[in-house]
């Protein structure tokens, strides 16, 4: 099977400009969760999306916000951006139905963003 | 507020020489603890899940174990291909994954 898929791998972008990261699932995963990794707060959860509805959101702004499709792809977008928001972007898939043991998350490659 | 503390930040190892990472939770009910191993430049990658204390599960040179306040992840005889930036996490009420800051290991030969 093949794994998380995420494009591009990098990105560089300037200051007040908009972006939009894309991820597909596992074949058969019905849930994507989004984080962003930075070295110095490490892996923080974004969103998560399952049947095509946002499920549950982390503490990010507003200029953050995401998608997913019929066929469970999803995109992040994050507008104005800032040059804090320079980071690892990492999307996870999970099968996602699980409502009390949870499901394993398996993460893609992750978008290298940098804000200039 | 779930919170998920690494120990040591970082390891130095000589090769074949073992030794145990340290994860210690605060979570209000347990429902699982997720070790990931993270490459430079890379998402991190599966390695275990544990859901209840005592339970015990093994792959090739690590072991990782769980109690009602932390797991270990114990590593046999290393190799310089175990060095990674080793993760641990726990799900929230919402599925969301609270992850500790990573213990950096380097194995030299």
């Known amino acids: 099977k093949a794994g998380v898929t995420q494009t591009p791998r990098y990105l560089i972008k300037t200051r007040g400009q908009q972006v939009t990261l894309s991820c597909s699932p596992i074949s058969g995963h019905r849930s994507v969760s989004w984080y962003q990794q930075t070295p110095g707060q490490g892996l923080q959860f974004l969103f998560e999306y399952f049947s095509e509805t946002q499920r549950n959101k982390g503490n990010f702004p507003g200029r953050f916000s995401g998608r997913q499709f019929s066929n469970s792809r999803s995109e992040m977008n994050v507008s104005t951006l800032e040059l804090g928001d320079s980071a690892l972007y990492l999307c996870?898939?999970?099968?996602?139905?699980?409502?009390?043991?949870?499901?394993?998350?398996?993460f893609g490659p992750g978008t290298r963003l940098t804000v200039l | 507020e779930d919170q998920v503390t690494q120990s040591p930040e970082a390891l130095r190892l000589q090769e074949g020489e073992s030794s145990s990472l340290n994860c210690s939770y605060t979570?209000?009910?347990?429902?699982?603890l997720f070790w990931y191993r993270q490459d430079p430049g890379k998402g991190p990658e599966f390695l275990f899940t544990?859901?209840?204390a005592g339970e015990e599960k093994e792959k090739e040179r690590l072991k990782a174990t769980l109690t009602k306040k932390e797991s270990f992840l114990h590593i046999t005889a290393p190799k310089p291909e175990d060095s990674a930036t080793y993760l641990c996490?726990?799900?929230?009420?919402?599925?969301?994954?609270?992850f500790g800051s990573g213990t950096q290991l380097t194995v030299l030969p």
């Open positions: 996870a898939s999970s099968l996602g139905g699980g409502l009390r043991a949870p499901d394993t998350q398996y």
């Open positions: 996490a726990v799900p929230g009420s919402a599925r969301q994954l609270t």
């Open positions: 544990l859901y209840s």
């Open positions: 979570v209000s009910g347990l429902r699982g």
